[in-house]
């Protein structure tokens, strides 16, 4: 089984600062299988960056997602208030089927 | 508007079985294959397993083989999760989550139903 691990597993953020979590994959996947996914407190996860670089629907351009291989990231190139929640990654497999989330990164605002 | 309503918080007793349910709108019902997904401690995610509406086929994350039964009503474009002998383990939240056969994510999720396991 894939193992997703996250890291760091919580963080803070000052208004306008770089932030950058990362996905370490145990095998390496293709990068059309590496998602991101926001979620906020007592609210469900909210697909964010899927097949590793594109945003979903209405998420700001300030958000990106790179990676390939057993690694990945995703990068927010300045942080708002907004931005405050948990962030998972999460891949597929076909052989078995298998959906694997990581651990998640909570980033919060300083 | 595509929407996943789910079926509200459900308070059982160790030993019991539960039905929890999702309601599709927006969308061609039968086009898209709806999972399931387990959120414990308001943290972890886990994948229980998956339904072709289309034909009823299954696949489950052998983890959740013997707790969860998926089925569906294409007449009423609703997904449904079986819950068996329910154990202090299985309180978390649960979400249904279509999945985007053509980008590999789930692109909708449902709000969430939230079960406590309690004597």
């Known amino acids: 089984e894939i193992v997703l691990t996250q890291s760091p597993a919580l963080m803070a953020a000052s208004p306008g600062e770089k932030v950058t979590i990362t996905c370490s994959v145990s095998?390496?996947?293709?990068?059309?299988?590496l998602h991101w996914y926001q979620q906020r407190s007592e609210t469900s996860p909210k697909p964010w960056i899927y097949?590793?670089?594109n945003l979903a629907s209405g998420v700001p351009v300030r958000f990106s997602g790179s990676g390939s291989g057993t690694s990945y990231s995703l990068t927010i190139s300045s942080m708002e208030a907004e931005d405050a929640a948990t962030y998972y990654c999460?891949?597929?497999?076909?052989?078995?089927?298998?959906?694997?989330f990581g651990g998640g990164t909570k980033l919060e605002i300083k | 508007e595509v929407q996943l309503q789910q079926s509200g918080p459900e308070l059982v007793k160790p030993g019991a079985s539960m039905k929890i349910s999702c309601k599709a709108s927006?969308?061609?019902?039968?086009?898209?294959?709806m999972n399931w997904v387990k959120q414990s401690h308001g943290k972890n995610l886990e994948w229980i397993g998956l339904?072709?509406?289309?034909?009823?086929?299954?696949s489950y994350n052998q983890k959740f083989k013997g707790k969860a039964t998926l089925t569906v009503d294409k007449s009423s474009s609703t997904a449904y999760m079986d819950l068996l002998s329910l154990t202090s383990e299985d309180s978390a939240v649960y979400y249904c989550?279509?999945?985007?056969?053509?980008?590999?994510?789930?692109?909708?999720w449902g709000q969430g139903t939230t079960l406590t396991v309690s004597s």
């Open positions: 989550a279509r999945f985007e056969d053509y980008a590999y994510y789930f692109d909708y």
């Open positions: 927006g969308y061609s019902f039968t086009g898209y294959t």
């Open positions: 339904i072709n509406p289309y034909n009823g086929v299954t």
């Open positions: 095998s390496s996947i293709s990068s059309t299988n």
């Open positions: 097949g590793t670089s």
């Open positions: 999460q891949q597929w497999s076909s052989y078995p089927l298998m959906y694997t």
